[in-house]
């Protein structure tokens, strides 16, 4: 990726005197391989006998979330055994997401069932089904042999139905920009097909001018959490910091593999940048994000799922050239030293990860055993980027 021109931002921070100097390479690699090695083993891929939504060999968004990390893990590593998990997991899916072929049924509201094909949520798989077929193609598998186009065959089928569609809001979630948007730039690298940059600009306009606090530089979760329409216990804005971990993480992967000349690049490089000075602002002495960012009280104490996303994004800013080192290495430091040594349990389990939901709930448990897919993968992302920016 060609590096960005180096941004100065003004941002107040707290003292890093106490904080840790930058992690060894190889100690990064090993908390990483300890805490994806536990996942695994604990989470074998087992064959699909049932339309289980939530079961671990499912492409629905909670697995397809983990298996972006873990694509980000075997990056660095080249772990054959990491690799094969992810394979093994999308063969058992056939590839597919949603399953319904009828397209007269297909809908994307929030929905667990085969005719929710739009629904992004059983898009993400496919950002980790074009990374297979990227790394068969590199290892010499033609463009036309089966084995490569049944990889990308429903993802194409869903992606250009959908953009032949004249509907702009399909992503009216924080969350389905992860899901969604990597997809599209993958597919669109994949197949030079323009129309894949055109719609993620477009569908991105859209979710952002709907949730997109343009005083606080953050993301609502959806339209039912905007201010003030709806508000924290203490009557502040309320921004769920797993949901704008989606968003800031999903424009770092985006930024990461767009072309240089993509047109709309600046719009998307101009939200990390806001964000991430609202981020570090927002961040706890402690390393960690609370679930209501702005507002502690809500729901007090660490959250790994978000903290995790914001770390990988702000270490990947770092490594590119986006956020001064001099600033924000001392947030990433913070947080990765949260996520290695409260949230990492010794069993090489991540706790404090929020169960799933759609917001910061006042009085819900989250404590070193709460753990989930997707805080594996958020972790897995951040990892990859450490490993980097240490090497």
């Known amino acids: 990726m060609k590096l960005f021109p180096f941004f100065i931002l003004s941002i107040a921070l707290a003292s890093c005197s106490t904080l840790p100097k930058l992690p060894k390479a190889d100690a990064t690699l090993a908390v990483m391989q300890r805490v994806n090695d536990h996942w695994q083993s604990e989470h074998p891929i087992k064959p699909a006998t049932a339309w289980k939504p939530y079961a671990d060999y499912s492409p629905f968004w909670q697995n397809a979330a983990y298996h972006t990390g873990n694509m980000a893990a075997w990056q660095v590593t080249h772990n054959d055994q990491w690799l094969n998990y992810s394979r093994q997991w999308a063969e058992g899916a056939k590839w597919m997401g949603a399953t319904s072929n009828d397209t007269?049924?297909?809908?994307?509201?929030?929905?667990?069932?085969?005719?929710?094909?739009?629904?992004?949520?059983?898009?993400?798989?496919?950002?980790?089904?074009?990374?297979?077929?990227?790394?068969?193609?590199?290892?010499?598998?033609?463009d036309d042999d089966p084995r490569q186009v049944e990889k990308l065959a429903r993802a194409r089928g869903v992606m250009e139905y959908e953009m032949s569609t004249p509907k702009n809001d399909y992503w009216w979630w924080a969350d389905g920009l992860y899901m969604v948007m990597p997809v599209m730039v993958r597919l669109g690298n994949i197949t030079g097909n323009p129309q894949y940059g055109e719609k993620l600009y477009e569908y991105w306009m859209y979710a952002k001018n709907l949730m997109y606090d343009k005083e606080a530089h953050l993301f609502y979760r959806d339209g039912k959490y905007i201010y003030p329409k709806h508000k924290s216990t203490s009557g502040k804005k309320d921004f769920w910091a797993r949901g704008d971990g989606w968003v800031f993480a999903s424009l770092?992967?985006?930024?990461?593999?767009?072309?240089?000349?993509?047109?709309?690049?600046?719009?998307?490089?101009?939200?990390?940048?806001?964000?991430?000075?609202?981020?570090?602002?927002?961040?706890?002495?402690?390393?960690?994000?609370?679930?209501?960012?702005?507002?502690?009280?809500?729901a007090p104490g660490p959250e790994t799922s978000g903290t995790a996303f914001f770390c990988y994004g702000m270490l990947w800013g770092i490594r590119n050239g986006l956020l001064p080192k001099k600033e924000y290495l001392p947030v990433a430091l913070r947080a990765w030293q949260y996520l290695t040594e409260t949230a990492l349990q010794?069993?090489?389990?991540?706790?404090?990860?929020?169960?799933?939901?759609e917001r910061a709930i006042p009085g819900q448990t989250v404590d070193q055993k709460?753990?989930?897919?997707?805080?594996?993968?958020?972790?897995?992302?951040?990892?990859k980027e450490m490993y980097l920016l240490s090497k």
Request: hydrophobic share 40%; glycine share 8%.
């Open 370 to 383: 709460s753990t989930a897919s997707f805080g594996v993968g958020a972790f897995l992302l951040a990892a």
């Open 104 to 142: 007269v049924k297909w809908k994307y509201s929030y929905g667990e069932k085969p005719e929710f094909v739009l629904f992004g949520d059983w898009q993400i798989c496919f950002q980790t089904y074009a990374e297979l077929w990227q790394i068969d193609k590199a290892a010499g598998l033609a």
């Open 252 to 298: 770092a992967r985006c930024m990461d593999e767009l072309p240089a000349d993509y047109k709309y690049l600046d719009e998307f490089r101009q939200t990390y940048l806001e964000m991430a000075v609202a981020v570090a602002a927002a961040q706890q002495p402690e390393g960690y994000w609370t679930r209501s960012m702005l507002d502690p009280d809500h």
């Open 346 to 357: 010794p069993d090489g389990s991540l706790g404090y990860v929020q169960p799933i939901g």
